[in-house]
T-cell receptor
């Protein structure tokens, strides 16, 4: 079974802090994704990566950056946390595009910015 | 752009059948996924449709009509554990990346005894 592991289930940080969310997958997947999930808005794509050292902006990248130094690890960085970044953050991974290749999700990090 | 609509909430009785609809508008349709998400847990993959028709997987089936921009997820013999949110997601060639998904806001299904 695919395992996508996010480093923290719950995290509380203060406004202005630099926040790191870590994600590791164990299935040698090329593609990795970061989403945030908010009530009434669904999952929205923040950043994605199709290969090591590669990153692309998703639909809502403002205020975030990412790092992918190794294939199995994809980090999301909040450069200076703000209260509107309080949300559930979900990491996902998948094989390259092909018939029906689904994204596999981690359990999520519920981040609160005070 | 992409627009995906699904009902916000549904309630159904244990043992019954429920159909969750999803309509979408995309510029370059390239497949539709259904995910199940229990409260506080990760979304898990249920089904995939890229061609018109019905895909069946045990108690769950998913249907697609590309000409109508329409899909549904059919759950048979409902069990209490089926209480969850069901997410419709469309893969769009015109999005920020060819393998990227666009999600609806999800349908929260409550199964009652």
């Amino acid at each position: 079974d695919v395992k996508v592991t996010q480093s923290s289930r719950y995290l509380v940080k203060r406004t202005g802090e630099k926040v790191f969310l870590e994600c590791v997958q164990d299935m040698d997947h090329e593609n990795m994704f970061w989403y945030r999930q908010d009530p009434g808005l669904g999952l929205r794509l923040i950043y994605f990566s199709y290969d090591v050292k590669m990153k692309e902006k998703g639909d809502i990248p403002e205020g975030y950056s990412v790092s992918r130094e190794k294939k199995e690890r994809f980090s999301l960085i909040l450069e200076s946390a703000s209260t509107n970044q309080t949300s559930m953050y979900l990491c996902a991974s998948s094989l390259p595009q092909g018939y029906g290749q689904p994204q596999h999700f981690g359990d999520g990090t519920r981040l609160s910015i005070l | 752009g992409q627009n995906i609509d699904q009902p916000t909430e549904m309630t159904a009785t244990e043992g019954a059948i429920v159909q969750i609809n999803c309509t979408y508008q995309t510029s370059g349709f390239n497949g539709l996924f259904w995910y199940q998400q229990h409260a506080g847990e990760a979304p898990t993959f249920l089904s995939y449709n890229v061609l018109d028709g019905l895909e069946e997987k045990g108690r769950f089936s998913s249907f697609l009509s590309r000409s109508k921009g329409y899909s549904y997820l059919l759950l048979k013999e409902l069990q209490m554990k089926d209480s969850a949110s069901y997410l419709c997601a469309v893969r769009d060639r015109g999005g920020t990346g060819a393998n990227n998904l666009f999600f609806g806001t999800g349908t929260r299904l409550t199964v009652i005894p």
